[in-house]
């Protein structure tokens, strides 16, 4: 009985040596590297929440300024969400709906989002719109019409861009009553003229 006593002690003993063996090696490890496997694939497979074109908010007033047309939460409250604008290249007859809103008169526009602006340099930037419109990129206005008008031109109004990358943009529009047009150019550095902001700038 004494001798298998100590030849289970010697047991243990030789079990306990080969744990700890393993611990130092590193063995004991795998699980843990496994779950960093498993955490980096999840992160790999979350999709990016980025989409293509303006989020927009319409509230349906007759406006005569820009300055009457709510943003932010008071917008969310007072309109609804539309689909996404995915390019600025629109113009309406009296009875045709302004963009996807529905409507054809008394349109008020919040448009939120990113321009993917590739190279740095000097921007330049100018609208067609009927009526009233606001621009701003990185927080700084860079042009405005604000009041009821005809088709035209806006100022042009440039931006530094010094770093690359995707800009924060708001435009606020409104459309009263008759035709509407909003259509946004822009002449990028190296470009000659102004050209339409094609879609591929635009998300959000």
């Given amino acids: 009985m004494k001798n298998y006593a100590c030849r289970l002690c010697l047991t243990i003993i030789q079990v306990m040596v080969v744990l700890t063996v393993l611990i130092l090696s590193g063995c004991a490890f795998s699980v843990p590297d496994v779950q960093q496997s498993s955490d980096s694939t999840a992160v790999q497979e979350t999709p990016s929440r980025s989409q293509s074109g303006l989020s927009v908010v319409y509230i349906f007033q ?28 629109h113009q309406s007859g009296k009875d045709d709906q302004v963009f996807s809103s529905g409507r054809s008169q ?7 989002g990113f321009l993917n602006l590739e190279k740095t340099g000097t921007y330049r930037w100018q609208a067609l719109a009927n009526d009233g419109i606001r621009m701003f990129i990185d927080n700084e206005l860079i042009f405005e019409d ?17 770093k690359s ?25 190296g470009a000659e003229n102004f050209s339409l902001v094609p879609a591929e700038v635009y998300w959000h």
């Fill in 146 to 162: 604000p009041k009821v008008h005809a088709d035209r031109l806006t100022p042009v109004g440039t931006i530094e861009v010094i």
């Fill in 165 to 189: 990358g995707r800009h924060p943009v708001q435009i606020i529009y409104f459309q009263r009553k008759g035709t509407a047009a909003l259509k946004l150019y822009w002449q990028p550095p």
């Fill in 106 to 112: 008394g349109v008020g526009m919040v448009m939120d």
């Fill in 62 to 89: 007759k406006y005569r300024n820009v300055d009457q047309v709510p943003t932010g939460k008071a917008a969310l409250r007072m309109g609804r969400r539309g689909a996404p604008v995915t390019i600025l290249n």
